[in-house]
């Protein structure tokens, strides 16, 4: 085996000027870490945390009458049955538009997209119905209806809703 060759003296140079970097880099990080030290969170201010997150859960919960949007989220008869009709009403259109495109009405509702959950189609040769429900509401639209006399005035039902 032979012995490695000794560095020349310009990169004995290199060697200490990288071994002096490291050095001033941790002694750097050492003061630093001696001027703000880390900071634990306390246990005091983990309950305190935790105790906020149970009180604002409760209050979303219970929605006590002096929760300003408490009554907003109340379904009342005529907001459910208002949706119903706009969700009936736009299953209506697609199937309207379904027929144009294709000539035909469709065999099932998935054939104009994606359904609106709980309503139901019913293909009875060249006419159909649509049979709903939303909460306490159960409405059927047929298609030898007005549907803009179905739909009504639904949409002012829920403009004013949150009034």
């Known amino acids: 085996m032979s012995n490695p060759v000794p560095p020349t003296p310009e990169k004995r140079a290199l060697i200490d000027a ?4 490291l050095k001033s880099a941790a002694e750097r990080r050492a003061e630093e870490a001696a001027i703000r030290p880390h900071r634990r969170v306390r246990p005091f201010a983990w309950l305190l ?3 906020a997150v149970v009180v604002i859960g409760a209050i979303a919960v219970v929605q006590p009458p002096w929760v300003p949007w408490a009554d907003r989220f109340d379904a009342k ?18 199937i309207v538009r379904f027929r144009r495109v294709h000539g035909a009405l469709p065999e099932r509702i998935e054939e104009t997209g994606v359904p ?3 309503i139901e189609y019913v293909k009875n040769g060249d006419s159909y119905l649509l049979r709903g429900t939303h909460g306490a509401a159960a409405l059927t639209y047929r298609s030898t209806d007005s ?5 009504g005035h639904s949409y002012d039902v829920l403009l004013r809703r949150g009034k």
């Open 18 to 21: 990288y071994d002096q970097a």
């Open 49 to 51: 945390l935790a105790l």
């Open 77 to 94: 008869p005529e907001v459910e049955d208002a949706s119903l009709r706009l969700a009936i009403g736009l299953e209506a259109q697609r």
């Open 116 to 118: 609106i959950p709980g």
């Open 147 to 151: 549907l803009r006399a179905f739909v």
